[in-house]
């Protein structure tokens, strides 16, 4: 099994920046994919960025970043970062790291328990 725990969140000014981190625990060789998502209260969880931690293909940004995210890993640490810069009022949510990946029973995907990002003056 894989735990996950984020941690980063807070209070930042709009243009501000922010880097939030997911450490993940118990059986990570199984992990195929990380990723951060957000969910702003009352609509659905987004895709933030996702990235590949087998090495095999590419990372994946939403629209929305528009170059102001940046997704990246250290495998000694079991950790996933995300970066971010020039903060948005728009970008206040709860932010969550997803890993998938496979077993030796099924796929799985486990969520971290999230991390309020509120961009505000």
């Not at 000694?76 to 009022?89: D, F, G, H, I, S």
Request: with cysteine; proline share 2%.
């Amino acid at each position: 099994q894989v735990q996950l725990v984020e941690s980063g969140g807070g209070t930042v000014a709009p243009g501000g920046s922010r880097t939030l981190t997911c450490v993940a625990s118990g059986d990570v060789f199984t992990i195929v994919t990380q990723a951060w998502y957000r969910q702003v209260a009352g609509k659905e969880r987004e895709l933030v960025a996702q990235i590949p931690t087998m090495g095999v293909g590419g990372m994946i940004y939403a629209d929305f970043t528009g170059g102001r995210f940046t997704i990246w890993q250290d495998h000694a640490k079991n950790t996933v970062y995300l970066q971010m810069e020039r903060l948005e009022p728009e970008d206040t949510a709860v932010y969550y790291c997803l890993a998938e990946g496979v077993d030796r029973i099924s796929a799985f995907k486990v969520w971290g328990q999230g991390t309020l990002v509120t961009v505000a003056s």
